[in-house]
Structure formats: structure tokens, C-alpha cells
């Protein structure tokens, strides 16, 4: 990384402390790169019922986009969430601000409450889920 970057590895383990660290910090930037975009989309616009299905196949295609070109760093980061717990923890942290996120929004348009968190959540992994299916 460094030497792509053209400076000297001294520079990086001033930040780091060793090279899980480097890979650790670049999950978590990789992950918010993912998830949080969609935010952009519903972010500061008025959502009603007559609109959400419009919404909701912009975040489809933001989501298919992105796994698509990330296609094969995200099947490795996924299999290693799945025998690596700090990674797992990484993408449930992440999978729950999104939730909270998605779903405060949703309620500041007057979606109902009931259960909404988890109907966010099975939405949101729906998609994810289709997304494989599709890239």
C-alpha cells in the first residue's frame, strides 16, 4: 500500500500498529463505502406510500451497482465474517446503524412504528440477498 502510494511504510505504522490494523481500518472503510450510500438516496427527501416503491427500487439498483463492482473483494469479506469475528462484528455494526438509520427516517415521514427496526433489517438483508443473485 505504501509503495502504491509512493511513501515509506514508517509513515503507515505511525498510524497502525501492524498490518491487521491497516486490513481492520480498510474493512471498515470498505464497508461504509457499501451500506452508507444508500442512506443518500432517502436522506432529505419527503417518503410517503405513494413513493416508496420509486425509493426502493433506487436503493435496488445503488445496491446492485455496488456489489457489482466490488464483486469479488466483497465474496472474500464475507466469507471471512463468517470465520473471523472481528470482521463479523464489523458488518453487524454496520447492518445495525443502517437499520436505525433507514428506519428513523422512515418514521420521521409517518411510517408506522410497529416493528419497523425489523422489517428494516429482512428488507434490507432481501436485497443484499438479491443482489447475489443478480451480480
Not at 42 to 49: A, G, L, S
Not at 82 to 96: A, G, M, N, T, V
Not at 101 to 126: A, W
Amino acid at each position: 500500500m505504501a509503495k502504491y502510494a509512493r511513501f515509506s511504510t514508517g509513515i503507515i505504522y505511525q498510524y497502525f500498529k501492524d498490518k491487521r490494523e491497516i486490513f481492520i481500518h480498510g474493512v471498515k472503510d470498505y464497508t461504509d463505502k457499501i451500506m452508507f450510500p444508500m442512506i443518500d438516496i432517502i436522506d432529505n427527501v419527503i417518503i410517503d406510500k405513494t413513493s416508496i416503491n420509486l425509493l426502493l427500487s433506487k436503493i435496488i439498483e445503488k445496491f446492485i451497482s455496488v456489489h457489482n463492482i466490488k464483486k469479488e473483494a466483497h465474496e472474500e469479506l464475507m466469507a471471512m465474517s463468517h470465520l473471523d469475528p472481528e470482521i463479523s462484528d464489523i458488518f453487524k455494526s454496520r447492518e445495525q446503524l443502517i437499520t436505525e438509520k433507514i428506519s428513523t427516517i422512515l418514521l420521521n415521514n409517518g411510517f408506522n412504528e410497529y416493528h419497523i427496526n425489523e422489517q428494516v433489517h429482512i428488507i434490507i438483508g432481501l436485497v443484499d440477498n438479491y443482489c447475489y443473485v443478480v451480480v
